[in-house]
């Protein structure tokens, strides 16, 4: 961190990116039956409590159901490659992403619309199946007034809080609290970017394996091995890092010469080609060695 900022770090970071959070969520399809559990105990001699039967509320909807947690599990993963962990449940978001991601999302969000739309239209055939597939389990089946109520989908953005800004008629008080939301602020932003650099670790470290392993591959047929694809890498060994490189160019919120230089040399894997790194043994071995650099580089946040 760029420790001769003047101003606070909170209104640094506010300037340059909001927090965000994704919120999704689709009915509860199973329910605990007390009576079959207590059952189920005695039937194997096993002390009351120890068994939780649990009953499927909607036989058959378990199939379209899971299409839709699909789409919600791709919602969090699209926020989370365009962020940094924020606390404990929260992203940072550049504010240069903001519409790409708004974009995607839409996308995402029409998709799943489409699936609500026919899930809530065979919910119906659903409801009358389950009267007859749950036979004597005390659970009852969703409602449709429910199973309409329980789809959410949607993304919240919302500034990072200006520590400066908080006042209040007791200015010892107000002071403490400052200097108590500032060091909240700070640990948050040193989470960030050990998210950050530990996320750009794997993939580097993966590119150096593959690529050992690609030279071991050629040596072998060289021997006259019989390889097969053992040792075959594909595009994202790249693209992982040069996807990482996007988001560690943005995030230099406080202009951390240290993170400024790994952002410049993370810029090579930009040209780095695919089908070159497969035929060439002297660009395998530089492209390694600059993923190596970059890794020891990050020993200031990452072990």
Same mark, same amino acid.
């Given at each position: 961190? @760029?420790?001769?900022?003047?101003?606070?770090?909170?209104?640094?970071?506010?300037?340059?990116?909001?927090?965000? !959070?994704?919120?999704? !969520?689709?009915?509860? +399809? &199973?329910?605990?039956?007390?009576?079959?559990?207590?059952?189920?105990?005695?039937?194997?001699?096993?002390?009351? %409590?120890?068994?939780?039967?649990?009953?499927?509320?909607?036989? %058959?909807?378990?199939?379209?159901?899971?299409?839709?947690?699909?789409?919600?599990?791709?919602?969090?993963?699209?926020?989370?490659?365009?962020?940094?962990?924020?606390?404990?449940?929260?992203?940072?978001?550049?504010?240069? /992403?903001? %519409?790409? /991601? !708004?974009? $995607?999302?839409?996308?995402?969000?029409?998709?799943?619309?489409?699936?609500?739309?026919?899930?809530?239209?065979?919910?119906?055939?659903?409801?009358?199946?389950?009267?007859?597939?749950?036979?004597?389990?005390? =659970?009852?089946?969703? &409602?449709?007034?429910?199973?309409?109520?329980? /789809?959410?989908? %949607?993304?919240?953005?919302?500034?990072?809080?200006?520590?400066?800004?908080?006042?209040?008629?007791?200015?010892?008080?107000?002071?403490?609290?400052?200097?108590? /939301?500032?060091?909240?602020?700070?640990?948050?932003?040193?989470?960030?970017?050990?998210?950050? +650099?530990?996320?750009?670790?794997?993939?580097?470290? @993966?590119?150096?394996?593959?690529?050992?392993?690609?030279?071991?591959?050629?040596? $072998?047929?060289? $021997?006259?091995?019989? =390889?097969?694809?053992?040792?075959?890498?594909?595009? !994202?060994?790249? &693209?992982?890092?040069?996807?990482?490189?996007?988001? =560690?160019?943005?995030?230099?919120?406080? @202009?951390?010469?240290?993170?400024?230089?790994?952002?410049?040399?993370?810029?090579?894997?930009?040209?780095?080609?695919?089908?070159?790194?497969?035929?060439?043994?002297?660009?395998?071995?530089?492209?390694?060695?600059?993923?190596?650099?970059?890794?020891?580089?990050?020993?200031?946040? =990452?072990?």
């Amino acid at each position: 961190m @760029n420790q001769t900022q003047s101003r606070p770090l909170s209104k640094i970071i506010g300037e340059m990116a909001v927090i965000a !959070s994704v919120h999704a !969520s689709t009915p509860g +399809m &199973t329910r605990l039956d007390k009576a079959a559990s207590i059952k189920s105990d005695k039937a194997h001699g096993a002390k009351e %409590g120890v068994s939780k039967t649990s009953v499927t509320r909607m036989p %058959g909807a378990e199939v379209p159901l899971e299409a839709i947690k699909v789409i919600d599990r791709q919602a969090r993963k699209l926020l989370a490659s365009m962020t940094t962990q924020w606390g404990l449940d929260r992203r940072l978001l550049p504010n240069v /992403f903001i %519409g790409d /991601f !708004s974009g $995607k999302f839409a996308d995402l969000a029409s998709e799943r619309d489409v699936l609500v739309k026919q899930f809530l239209a065979d919910a119906k055939l659903y409801l009358a199946q389950a009267k007859t597939n749950l036979g004597s389990y005390a =659970v009852q089946p969703p &409602t449709m007034d429910e199973l309409r109520n329980s /789809f959410d989908f %949607g993304f919240d953005l919302s500034p990072v809080p200006d520590v400066d800004a908080y006042s209040t008629a007791d200015k010892e008080l107000e002071n403490a609290m400052k200097e108590r /939301f500032d060091i909240d602020v700070s640990t948050a932003f040193q989470q960030a970017q050990q998210d950050l +650099m530990q996320r750009l670790a794997e993939p580097l470290e @993966n590119l150096i394996d593959r690529m050992q392993a690609y030279d071991e591959r050629e040596r $072998k047929k060289e $021997k006259g091995e019989e =390889v097969g694809k053992e040792g075959t890498f594909k595009k !994202s060994v790249v &693209t992982n890092i040069t996807d990482m490189a996007k988001l =560690v160019r943005h995030f230099n919120f406080t @202009n951390d010469p240290k993170i400024e230089q790994i952002a410049e040399k993370l810029d090579v894997f930009g040209q780095v080609d695919h089908d070159v790194l497969t035929r060439r043994g002297d660009v395998r071995k530089a492209v390694a060695a600059r993923a190596a650099e970059i890794r020891a580089n990050l020993s200031a946040w =990452v072990s």
